[in-house]
């Protein structure tokens, strides 16, 4: 499994009040294809459906309409079929701390997805399997040991992304990574995806409402206003040359000191 | 590229071995003792007694000439019976804690886990066993049978507890089951139950010990209660009989202190005791509930 595709998926809620519903379509016939080695950034402001997006891929919810492809078979969402795309597409939360258990330990956390995927292995294999997991997200040994609440954020989100890879996924969706980390941290921790998308020829979907480090990390992006995917190219393109007003107004919100000193003057 | 590793600082502080025993506070030290005492005195001192319903004609006694804590007014060994007394004040505290405990993560865990129209039922259950009122319903029974064994107050006082645990443990399910570390085990693909068991159950442990140790205290005074009040379990010894018969025998106008206090006091210490014990368990299973003492936050401070 290697090509992940979303064709015209569309995504409605029905939202009760009272006896009426009204509905809300969330996911608006987006449509775009996830390669190995590949970024594709999907931007846009809170409630565009960023989110929606992670959780139809992740087979959270499903879609209303459309169709999510798998090497171009459709997705299975039961038995062997489920299990392998388990296997190949992976997701690292928004929030490291709520996506580590407080009662366990590191070691569990990464022992468990590897334990999953390789039910043959040995206690030690299983072990050996951790530690290599912790240094490849740039930890120490003895973080196995530790508990989520001993560890900081940054730290926190490096369990989380090794926890993704310990399947050996060719797929990576980042729901929003680094939002919930101090600004001095975001880059070490983007600089560590990137580093392990190129090691690992990765696809990653890489979902941010952040212009700058978007173009900075994907090579394409996709922005995404009320569900729809309003703008897509290349990241250069879009950032330098946006053509919807929405594309226009997030790249212009986006702070600039040429602009703003051109606009000061001599 | 460079890449920051800010966990290498900390790392170099070797990591502290996992703890799963709570650290001897003198909280737990006098709560461990106190039950420890009773729950011996319960199993072994039925043994080391006589006949506590073998009447004598000495009439009310003090302590000492050759009865511990005196005689009844039909001249009953108090200390006999006090001793067959915590035996089963004991066993209905357990029996009570265990099947509340039992009930109360079934039908509050299990129907907010699965969620649907599962919950919907389970809580509908839960709801209608919450308005039901213990003590009309065991005076209902009471009357009904007439000869009450100690395993049928049990079951009452059982049946009539669970629904207010269960309420909480579904509120706590609902927040923890969509939490992300549960969503991530769902994608690696783990399977439901062990979601519920492994990733979901440890995390209630503290709330689960904390209403288990309620229920055993609760059940333990309401069945004094229904005892005192005449409508206890007929033909056994519990703390509630002991002060139903002290209050017939007019103990406190007589100043028979040696037949009421004794119960009195067992149902008091022991309740503290579990309480203690308590507290204990929740500041271990989850760090953040750590009471942080005067003296405790003093040391925070910085002291330059």
Known sequence: MSVLEMREVVKDYRLRNGLRSTRLRAVDHVSFELKPGRTIALVGQSGSGKSTIAKLLMQLERPTAGSILVDGEPMRYHGAGAAAYRKAVQMVFQDPFGSLNPYHTIAHHLARPVKLHHPDFTREQVADRVLELLHRVRLDEDFASRKPHELSGGQRQRVAIARALAPEPAILVAD??????DVSIRLGVLNLLAALQREENLGVLYITHDLATARHF????????????VERGPADDVILNPQHEYTQLLAEAAPAPERRLAELGP | MAITTEGAVQAATAAPARRRLP???????????IAGVIILFGVVGPLLV?????????????PGNGFVLGTTQTGQDVFAQLAHATRGSLIIGVVVGALTLLLSSFFGIVGAFVGGWADEAFSLFT????????LPLVILISSYVPNKSIWLVAAVLAITSWAGSARVL???????????YVLAARISGEKRWRILLVEILPNLIPLLA??????????????????????????????????FYAQNGLALRLGAWWW???????????????SLINFSIDEIINPKLRSQTRAERNKWSVKA
Do not use: H
């Not at chain 1, 929003?176 to 980390?181: A, D, G, H, K, Q």
């Not at chain 2, 650290?23 to 003792?33: D, H, N, R, Y």
């Not at chain 2, 006589?50 to 003090?62: A, Q």
């Not at chain 2, 005449?230 to 519990?238: D, N, P, V």
């Open chain 1, 176 to 181: 929003e990574p680094v939002s919930m980390l």
């Open chain 1, 218 to 229: 994907s090579d394409e992006i996709m922005v995404l206003y009320r569900g729809a995917v």
């Open chain 2, 23 to 33: 650290p001897m506070t003198l909280k737990l030290a006098v709560g461990l003792t």
């Open chain 2, 50 to 62: 006589g006949n506590p319903s073998t009447v004598r004609d000495i009439g009310l006694t003090g």
């Open chain 2, 127 to 134: 709801n209608i066993m919450l308005v039901i009122p213990g």
């Open chain 2, 170 to 180: 579904r509120g706590f399910t609902l927040s923890v089951r969509s939490r992300d």
């Open chain 2, 210 to 243: 904390s209403q288990v140790v309620f229920a055993v205290i609760f059940a333990i005074l309401g069945e004094a209660g229904l005892s005192f009040l005449g409508l206890g379990a007929s033909g056994s010894f519990t703390w509630g009989t002991m002060l």
């Open chain 2, 260 to 274: 009421f206090a004794p119960p009195g006091l067992a149902i008091a210490l022991f309740g503290a005791a579990l």
